[in-house]
């Protein structure tokens, strides 16, 4: 039972470009939506983190855009860099659902 | 320095080995998290503590036992290691269940589990 769908696997994007990756959920009880990065050998560590009473929000260059009645929300990263290519994980936590449950991942690559 | 550990952060062992993965947290938090990550599966909770002596399953439990007898370690426990056990293994830990602005769940670096 996968409750948070996220895409897409992989992606590509040149410098300085705009990075979206996707997520929906299922459990409308969450109320913590956290994006974690991942860099290879290490463990996953929080990058932004959303409530669902805020639509976006920003930190440098990194933005989630949230939108309840649909139940999905996405990653925006502006003017991606090389040491942005990381694998990305969004997930959901809250209305006593166990830990945090997690998409996936996104293997983002950025090109130089 | 505050954080979280695990060790080893590599181990091959043989199927019907028991084999114990070690966590330490020196932040004094409460929860405790033990997920697996696998190629297209992402991260699973295998079992959570919510404190000394209170622990229970997540999603993935089946082959797993845990045990916290001090807050700031978590041991898991592979009692015969499986080869669908192969997997990289990573502790977490939070003042909260689920997580809180401001409270997230902190991950340790891994244990990368061979099983032959």
């Known amino acids: 039972q996968q409750q948070v769908k996220q895409s897409p696997q992989s992606l590509i994007v040149q410098k300085g470009g705009i990075s979206i990756i996707n997520c929906a959920y299922e459990n409308t009880a969450f109320d913590y939506f956290p994006w974690y990065q991942q860099f290879p050998g290490k463990g996953p560590a929080l990058l932004i983190a959303i409530r669902p009473d805020v639509s976006e929000k920003k930190e440098g260059r990194f933005t989630i855009s949230f939108n309840k009645s649909a139940k999905q929300f996405s990653l925006h990263i502006m003017d991606s860099q090389p040491g942005d290519s990381a694998t990305y994980f969004c997930a959901g936590a809250g209305g006593g659902a166990d830990g945090l449950t997690f998409g996936k991942g996104t293997h983002l690559i950025i090109q130089p | 320095d505050a954080g979280i550990t695990q060790s080893p952060r590599y181990k091959i062992t043989e199927t019907g080995r028991q084999v114990t993965l070690m966590c330490h947290q020196t932040w004094s938090h409460s929860y405790m998290f033990w997920y697996r990550q696998d190629l297209g599966h992402g991260l699973r909770l295998i079992y959570y503590?919510?404190?000394?002596?209170?622990?229970d399953k997540g999603e993935v439990p089946d082959g797993y036992v845990v045990s916290r007898s001090k807050t700031e370690n978590f041991p898991l426990t592979l009692e015969s290691a499986t080869r669908s056990q192969t997997s990289v293994y990573f502790c977490?830990?939070?003042?909260?269940?689920?997580?809180?602005?401001?409270?997230?769940?902190?991950f340790g670096d891994g244990t990368r589990l061979s099983i032959l």
């Open positions: 503590s919510a404190a000394a002596d209170i622990t």
């Open positions: 977490a830990s939070s003042e909260r269940q689920g997580a809180w602005i401001n409270q997230p769940q902190h």
